[in-house]
């Protein structure tokens, strides 16, 4: 008998269901949420919200899409954490309702082993996979981290920022330029028109696998202050060589700690997630440094960089296959490592 597991993912601002069969995702739904773009960020009182708003339509739509009903679900498997709690409780708590009523058990994930695990998001049954062990470079607005993935359930993490994350170094330096929330993608297309090599910014020097952001933020912010004395116009002028400048620096570090990371643990397989490792230059970066040390490289589609469901029912399904199931006494967490 086949199993078919509905992903449910409300960790933030993005409402999303998935359908998984034997590990085939058969669908993928995502509601995201514009109501926080007018305030520079998201609003938890308003995610959560908008979730409530979101959560029937979107679960209904992927499951009509995977072509099945209800009654073909296995299980419900839902992010438990970390995230924003209010969001969270709308993803649990649905979660728990509908499967009392469909007699199925509930699963929970953990918000960031499903980006790690969203390289195991199968379209068809012969797309490959990595082979454990491998080392991610998991980075997004809330994270940075260096995690040797040995198993589904059975990760380490190595290294961690000890300040912002790399989504928040694109971000605030983003907002210093004027861009939009959330700055990252915005940087991302002006960088595609700029000289890399015509800013330079502080780099972090300290010791292990860590990571610190803010150091290049404060130099980054300097730089502006200093320049916009003489030339008012100085950030609109230089846009693109700006954002370029920022992101080959942000590159430069995350590299930098990937190299010391693979030299460490002698791993084959080097794989990227979260919302940064949509960033076009970190794609190219990570690609060309695996193909010059002989690793086998990761990038995700770009659609399961950011908050996805279907990373959460990949999750879910490894969690079935070993009977890993959740009471219903369990809430949402705000916080927890991997
Ligand atoms: O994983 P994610 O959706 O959720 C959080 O942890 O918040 O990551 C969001 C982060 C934001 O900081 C956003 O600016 C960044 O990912 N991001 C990007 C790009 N797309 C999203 N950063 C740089 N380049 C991009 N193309």
Not at 258 to 274: C, R, S, Y
Not at 315 to 329: N, Q
Request: glycine share 8%; hydrophobic share 40%.
């Amino acid at each position: 008998m086949s199993i078919t597991i509905l992903g449910i993912e409300s960790s933030c601002d993005d409402t999303s269901a998935a359908i998984v069969t034997d590990g085939i995702l058969k669908s993928n739904v995502i509601a995201s949420q514009s109501v926080h773009e007018e305030y520079g960020g998201v609003v938890p009182e308003l995610a959560s919200r908008a979730h409530q708003q979101n959560i029937v339509p979107v679960v209904d739509a992927a499951i009509k899409r995977a072509g099945i009903t209800p009654h073909d679900i296995s299980a419900i498997a839902f992010t438990r954490g970390p995230g924003l709690l209010g969001s969270l409780l709308v993803g649990t708590s649905f979660a728990k309702g509908l499967s009392l009523g469909l007699r199925i058990p509930i699963i929970d994930v953990n918000h960031l082993h499903g980006h790690v695990l969203s390289h195991f998001i199968r379209r068809n049954p012969d797309d490959v996979v990595p082979d454990y062990p491998f080392l991610t470079l998991l980075i997004s607005g809330g994270n940075s981290q260096l995690i040797l993935v040995q198993n589904y359930n059975d990760m380490e993490i190595l290294g961690a920022t000890i300040d912002d994350a790399a989504g928040e170094a694109f971000d605030k330096c983003a907002k210093v330029m004027g861009l939009p929330y959330p700055g990252g993608p915005h940087i991302d297309r002006l960088a595609a028109e700029g000289d890399a090599t015509r800013f330079k910014f502080a780099k972090p020097r300290i010791p292990g696998l860590d990571y610190s952001f803010s150091g290049l933020k404060t130099s980054f912010l300097y730089t502006l202050r200093d320049a916009v004395k003489d030339d008012p116009d100085f950030i609109n002028n230089n846009l693109n060589d700006l954002a370029a400048s920022l992101q080959k620096t942000i590159i430069e570090i995350l590299l930098a700690k990937l190299d010391l990371a693979v030299k460490q643990t002698g791993v084959k397989t080097v794989a990227i997630g979260g919302g940064v490792s949509a960033n076009s230059g970190v794609r190219t970066a990570v690609a060309d440094y695996c193909k010059k040390h002989h690793l086998n490289a990761f990038i995700p589609e770009r659609s399961f960089t950011t908050d996805n469901a279907a990373m959460v029912a990949i999750a879910g399904y490894f969690k079935y296959l070993d009977k890993d199931f959740c009471s219903y006494d369990q809430v949402p967490y705000a916080r927890v490592t991997i």
